[in-house]
């Protein structure tokens, strides 16, 4: 569902959302959408980095399902925040699955 939202910007966010509306050739609106998506991935990759946050909530707070954030980590180099314990669990889980 869509909401309208106003936002006041000063010149440089301005001219940001142009130049990428010109440089995508997207209008302004979707380069808007666009500025932002990067900013909730970089948000969140920086979060989970030092620890703040889960992958989970990583991945919500970007906007991505679980193995894009960890595709999106790997990227960015940045390593997994899973302990041996979480990573023990799961292997539980898997084998639960699994059989």
Not at 7 to 30: C, F, M, P, Q
Not at 39 to 55: N, Q, T
Not at 67 to 77: H, I, N, Q, V
């Amino acid at each position: 569902m869509s909401e309208v939202l106003s936002v006041r910007l000063d010149h440089s966010r301005k001219e940001a959302i142009t130049y990428v509306s010109k440089y995508s050739k997207i209008g302004k609106s979707e380069a808007a959408k666009e500025l932002i998506d990067k900013g909730r991935e970089e948000f969140a990759s920086e979060l989970y980095k030092s620890r703040k946050i889960s992958l989970e909530k990583a991945s919500k707070i970007a906007g991505l399902s679980i193995s894009e954030m960890m595709d999106l980590l790997a990227e960015k180099k940045i390593q997994a925040n899973i302990s041996m314990e979480d990573f023990k669990e799961s292997l539980k889980n898997l084998a639960k699955i699994s059989k």
